[in-house]
């Protein structure tokens, strides 16, 4: 808890510990012996206090510290909080949500009560394909309740959002699914580190695709008895990805790429041993139902936590769905490259480009990934490019927000790059 006073125009407060609260019913403070609020606190509160239509543009015109980001950026989550409150609330008890004229239903239980507090959400998506909506309906529903979930565990199986062959990899399932992840962090108290993904036959097409464009929103994805078509394994560097296939499930040749695209990962894994995370299980003798055994995969997903800001990153922007960032990496529209493979690391206060030769892209930089107290240098091309401090944005906490309702990965800093 903390108090606040303000006495001749100035504000300063004592942050109180549970125990102090629960020993006492009075308290003695002096004034002097408070801490003033800082100035950044002060205006981003007022700047809060306004309609979120009344707001001017975000206030940017001050510097903070380390310590003042992780308070202004909760301020933003808690504002971000109040003003989604009834729209979450609203999708979540009609099950259903709408953006950009597309729609998303489904199906949901919850499997007993988590000690924490906190629930991890599992996504689980259906087969089917190019069907009628009975027929497609009929396997949404039929795969509803294959598995069980840990304690403390959300299972919501969505109904794809078409009929056709590519039910789950059109390009509007992946701002369904994001919407759908917030509300369940912003009402439900699900963790935003612990969502895992799976889909089966045409689900785990989905899989093959979702995943890598999606990578930074899951602790874990698992695809089941589906064809990876176009999808890329680049950018599933930081995502734990599990392959499941009967060895007989011969039809569009999955049993064969299905080792195809596990062959990549090896390759990957190869050159950046500490990164891509996999393991595939074909089942010998076993056709397209695997009779259930691909269950294995929750207990070993369930003990994984999402990587919010990985020390590499591997983005290849998706033809088909195109997104303006991927962990710390972020580009404007007009900027986007289809098929292009962006990879960039970090050591220490260097962030290197590595991919590719030209381009350009804005760094979505945090205390969390470097020290922001400190300059950054920044190489591309096989040069330095500069070497700047940057600062402390409350502009960037904002923006970063309205890009994704994430609290876990909001950027402090923007940093546009071009070379």
Not at 106 to 131: C, N, V, Y
Not at 195 to 217: M, N, T
Not at 387 to 413: G, H, P, W, Y
Request: aromatic fraction near 8%.
């Amino acid at each position: 808890m903390t108090l606040r006073f303000i006495h001749g125009g100035e504000s300063r407060e004592k942050t109180l510990s549970s125990t102090s609260c629960a020993n006492t019913h009075t308290l003695d403070l002096a004034w002097s012996e408070l801490t003033p609020v800082p100035s950044s606190v002060l205006n981003v509160e007022a700047w809060f206090a306004h309609p979120p239509a009344e707001r001017s543009k975000a206030p940017s015109d001050f510097t903070f510290t380390r310590a003042e980001a992780q308070r202004l950026s909760a301020l933003a989550w808690e504002d971000l909080k109040k003003s989604r409150a009834a729209s979450a609330a609203e999708e979540l008890a009609t099950k259903r949500i709408s953006v950009a004229g597309k729609n998303l239903i489904w199906l949901e239980k919850t499997f007993g009560a988590s000690p924490d507090g906190r629930q991890s959400l599992w996504i689980t998506m259906h087969g089917g394909g190019e069907a009628t909506a009975a027929e497609n309906d009929r396997n949404w529903k039929g795969y509803f309740g294959r598995y069980e979930f840990p304690p403390g565990s959300v299972n919501v199986a969505p109904r794809a959002p078409a009929n056709s062959w590519n039910m789950w990899s059109v390009g509007w399932i992946d701002g369904l699914l994001d919407r759908l992840i917030a509300d369940m962090v912003l009402q439900k108290g699900v963790d935003p580190n612990h969502v895992y993904l799976i889909g089966y036959s045409a689900g785990g097409d989905g899989v093959y695709q979702v995943a890598p464009r999606l990578a930074d929103r899951f602790a874990a994805a698992s695809m089941c008895a589906g064809h990876p078509n176009d999808a890329s394994a680049e950018p599933l560097r930081n995502l734990p990805f599990f392959l499941y296939m009967g060895g007989d499930d011969a039809a569009f040749n999955r049993n064969r790429v299905v080792r195809e695209f596990s062959a990549k990962l090896d390759a990957l894994q190869a050159a950046d041993p500490t990164a891509y995370v996999h393991r595939l299980t074909v089942y010998p003798g076993l056709q397209h139902n695997m009779q259930g055994r691909e269950g294995e995969m929750i207990p070993r997903m369930s003990a994984l936590e999402r990587t919010t800001w990985p020390k590499r990153v591997v983005w290849k922007q998706d033809g088909n769905a195109a997104h303006s960032r991927l962990y710390w990496l972020g580009c404007a529209p007009e900027a986007r490259q289809p098929n292009v493979v962006y990879s960039a690391r970090i050591e220490g206060q260097t962030i290197t480009i590595e991919t590719p030769a030209t381009g350009s892209l804005t760094l979505r930089l945090s205390d969390k990934l470097l020290d922001l107290d400190l300059p950054i240098r920044v190489v591309a091309a096989g040069r330095n490019l500069f070497e700047v401090k940057v600062a402390r944005s409350f502009t960037a906490m904002v923006q970063s927000l309205s890009e994704r309702e994430d609290n876990d990965t909001i950027a402090t800093a923007l940093l546009p790059v071009s070379w």
